[in-house]
Structure formats: structure tokens, C-alpha cells
């Protein structure tokens, strides 16, 4: 069964490092999104892509977080700076052009920001 | 905007027991909404979703039925196992405009079900 590829599943950094997660998503999804889930919340958005355009990052911290998606297959997101405040499971999800409302997540990738 | 709220954990039941997690929503329109299911360590897997006002929704003996004169999809199950034990999250996708398709999370539900 096709899934979403994320790497690494856990990450530990100090704060004022940098941190990279990676996201591969379901082969044919033209639509990929990063989430960030905070322990004891529910998931929000961080940034949606269709192909390797943006169409929401408006939930993005711009001056820490960027986001690149450069052939609209695979996805890296960035954070640099990290920050105490950073640390969160960081979930990938991609949706195909036939059903885009439903959303096929990865495993996530946690981070701890010491 | 739009928003889901949904019911406090921990729900903590008996094995066979019956559940019901209310999850109530505010959107413009008709969104779609789902449930997700969360188990430990890993992450959030589709349990069931309705399209339209009066769909129900069902996988591996849960339910939920999308009431839009309440504004409700509450999930239910018969009898739980010790396997179900997860967090569950209620969520939508409204009809915003544009490109987006935006799902939209409650804080979720942590269900624990004892032997």
C-alpha cells in the first residue's frame, strides 16, 4: 500500500540550530502539506503546495520556517533558527487530484529542541 | 472561521464497553468532515468521513453521521477493544474559495480502553 515517506522520524537539536525534515508523498499527489502538531493539540497547517506552487503558507513563521517543493514531488521543510517553542511533531500529507479533500499522513517527525 | 470542537479526554471505558466522542463544528455551507485516529507513535490514519448532510460514515465498526441542523458528527462504537486505545481527532474541510482545501483539526480525544 502506497504511504508517505518522512525522514527523519526523530530529531533532537539544540536551540539557534537548524533542522530539516523531508517528506515524500504519495505518488501522483499533485497536493502536499506540512503540519505541526504541539503535544495535546490537533494538527494545523503550516504550509499546502499544489505541485511546487504555494497556495497557503499564511501559518508560516517566514522568518525561521521555509518551505521547497522544486520538481512538485518530494518536499524538504526548514527551520532556522530552531527555538524552544519549535519543538512538535511535524506531519506530511499529500491528497490526489481525484479526492483532494482526503489527506493520506505520514508517521511524523519529532522534534525536541533542547 | 471555521472551527471544531470536540469533547475532552481522557474517555477511559471498559472493554465492550460503548463509545461516543461528540465533535461539533462551525463552517460556512456544507464541509466535509472527518474522523482521524491517532495511535501511539505514529501518525493520523482516515477512520471515516461523510460529504453530505445526513451521510453516515463507517469503518471497522465506528460510525458517525454528518447532522447539519445540529452541526454535529459524533463518533460511536458499539463495543471497543483495548485495541482501539488511540487519540481521535474530529476535523473539516470547508468550501473556502480557491486553491485550498484546508482540513481543519479539533484538539482531539484520548480514548483508553482497559481489559
Known amino acids: 500500500e502506497a504511504e508517505v515517506a518522512q525522514s527523519p522520524r526523530y530529531k533532537i537539536t539544540e536551540k539557534s540550530q537548524a533542522v530539516a525534515f523531508w517528506c515524500d508523498p504519495i505518488?501522483?499527489?499533485?497536493?502536499l502539506y506540512w503540519y505541526r502538531q504541539i503535544l495535546g493539540q490537533g494538527p494545523e497547517l503550516l504550509v499546502q503546495f499544489q505541485d511546487e506552487s504555494v497556495v497557503d503558507d499564511s501559518q508560516l513563521p517566514k522568518d525561521r520556517f521555509s518551505a521547497e517543493r522544486l520538481k512538485g514531488v518530494d518536499s524538504t521543510l526548514k527551520i532556522q533558527p530552531a527555538e524552544l517553542g519549535d519543538s512538535a511533531m511535524y506531519l506530511c500529507a499529500s491528497s490526489s487530484p481525484l479526492e483532494v479533500r482526503e489527506l493520506f499522513f505520514g508517521e511524523g517527525s519529532r522534534l525536541t529542541v533542547l | 472561521g471555521d472551527s471544531v470542537t470536540q469533547m475532552e479526554g481522557p474517555v477511559t471505558l471498559s472493554e465492550e464497553a460503548f463509545l461516543t466522542i461528540n465533535c461539533t463544528y462551525t463552517a460556512t455551507g456544507y464541509p466535509s468532515l472527518f474522523w482521524y485516529v491517532q495511535y501511539p507513535g505514529e501518525g493520523l490514519q482516515l477512520l471515516l468521513k461523510a460529504t453530505k448532510a445526513d451521510d453516515k460514515g463507517s469503518n471497522k465498526g465506528f460510525e458517525a453521521t454528518y447532522r447539519k441542523e445540529t452541526t454535529s458528527f459524533h463518533l460511536e462504537k458499539g463495543s471497543v477493544q483495548v485495541s482501539d486505545s488511540a487519540v481521535y481527532f474530529c476535523a473539516l474541510v470547508g468550501l473556502g474559495g480557491g486553491a485550498t482545501n484546508k482540513l481543519i483539526f479539533g484538539t482531539g480525544t484520548l480514548l483508553a480502553v482497559q481489559p
Open positions: 505518488s501522483g499527489h499533485a497536493t
